[in-house]
């Protein structure tokens, strides 16, 4: 099944031998880095082995969000706004990026008092957070049959277009001199007396001094096979875009039910509010404990199957020499099956509150596999058992928004520079260092 349509994105022709930092993963966080990167003088070479954004990086909701973010992340994404705010202006090209503010519906009086209760997060900051209720509500809603009777309003969240943004910044990288080579895997690290000295890519030897693994779903495996331990799992999210629908909403919107924006088409993008699947694979054992946690506050939300992917998963090689064709060649694209039952309830739950939706049709629908951690914030880290290594990934259906804000925050921290928020929650050694692990209960 096709994802969605991306904006064409060039490759360069030839791989250099020689950089300062190998970029692997050429979704929002990888291109975000490498522009950061190339903006400080730094010489980067981004290798991807489909295309860029071709993942997750171009099947999220479209959401750049402030509102009922997990605390740890609130300063970054604060950084992440301000970088959104002028991006197609320092790209010359365009992103989509508009502040059209996003409502999140309370169910019931229980909801309304989380949501007023994470608005503690954000005190003496300039959002404009509010609670809202009834006419306000329907300012923003004409015509709305939610049965929602108070809703958190955030004016400065928005949205961009996860089809432009990730090309656009690349293409923004290379302005500044970054090389980007699609179709173009990095198999392993080449390592010499316990430090990086380059990568092995399926096109050649890459000599350099410093790796940023950006490898979204995918991070674990390439992770593992360096002997590095990284706790993620991988969960599905389904997403539908509808028709032009004259009327429809221009603020985004989160229920239970479903979850919509607007698209620069005229259309929307409608998935489930809260719904994810779970496949039930061999790292679903592996990691059982560390996620448990996780699981527990969130189970209502997860749907757990045997699928293709359990077999596929358990066949897949996990560690491999630089002359072998890996995984990530066998397999260019993630494109799982959407979920048809989430398609169906976030799709009537979306018409029946927003009748003008009525007049809206279904234009296409996919998936995508997003890269969790057990306590639903990233690593933005560099890894201490392998000097020169870094990891950026396990965003956990959060990463767009926040993406320039981490492409950023790991460029200062490659680059030696103060960084613009201090990065000790996402540190990686959280895993192994005795600290408590858990998504916070409070968002």
Request: glycine share 12%; hydrophobic share 40%.
């Amino acid at each position: 099944m096709p994802g969605p349509r991306l904006t064409e994105f060039y490759s360069d022709l030839s791989i250099p031998r020689s950089v300062d930092v190998v970029v692997v993963g050429g979704g929002i966080i990888g291109v975000s880095t490498a522009l950061e990167l190339a903006d400080r003088g730094v010489s980067v070479l981004l290798c991807e082995k489909g295309q860029i954004g071709a993942e997750q990086s171009s099947r999220n909701w479209g959401w750049v969000r402030l509102g009922m973010r997990d605390p740890r992340e609130v300063p970054l994404m604060q950084a992440s706004l301000d970088i959104w705010q002028d991006l197609d202006a320092r790209l010359g090209r365009a992103t989509g990026f508009t502040r059209s503010g996003i409502l999140f519906g309370a169910s019931g009086k229980r909801g309304a008092e989380n949501l007023a209760r994470w608005m503690r997060h954000v005190d003496g900051m300039e959002t404009g957070a509010r609670m809202i209720e009834g006419a306000e509500i329907g300012r923003l809603l004409p015509g709305h049959q939610l049965k929602t009777k108070a809703a958190l309003h955030m004016p400065l969240d928005g949205r961009a277009e996860p089809q432009w943004a990730s090309s656009a910044i690349a293409e923004g990288a290379r302005d500044r001199g970054a090389q980007i080579v699609t179709a173009c895997a990095v198999r392993s690290l080449d390592v010499e007396a316990g430090r990086l000295s380059g990568v092995y890519t399926e096109r050649g030897r890459v000599a350099c001094s410093q790796v940023v693994l950006a490898g979204g779903a995918w991070s674990r495996l390439f992770a593992g096979n360096a002997d590095v331990a990284l706790p993620q799992l991988r969960v599905l999210n389904t997403v539908l875009r509808t028709s032009s629908s004259p009327g429809g909403p221009e603020c985004a919107l989160r229920t239970d039910a479903f979850a919509i924006r607007k698209r620069a088409d005229g259309g929307h993008t409608i998935a489930s509010g809260h719904q994810n699947t779970v496949d039930i694979v061999p790292d679903s054992f592996r990691l059982a404990r560390s996620f448990l946690p996780a699981f527990r506050q969130e189970w209502k939300s997860l749907r757990f199957r045997f699928s293709r992917r359990s077999l596929d998963e358990l066949r897949q090689a996990r560690c491999w020499q630089p002359g072998d064709v890996t995984p990530f060649e066998v397999t260019r694209i993630l494109d799982p099956e959407p979920s048809q039952k989430h398609l169906r309830g976030a799709w009537s739950a979306a018409r029946r509150a927003l009748p003008v939706l009525e007049r809206a049709e279904i234009v296409q629908s996919w998936a995508g596999l997003i890269d969790v951690m057990p306590d639903a914030i990233p690593v933005i880290s560099a890894v201490r058992q392998l000097p020169g290594l870094w990891i950026a990934t396990g965003f956990s259906g959060h990463g767009f928004g926040i993406g320039p804000g981490a492409g950023r925050l790991m460029a200062e921290l490659v680059t030696g520079e103060t960084p613009v928020v201090d990065p000790w929650e996402f540190r990686l050694s959280r895993f192994t260092d005795g600290s408590r692990i858990a998504p916070d209960p409070g968002y």
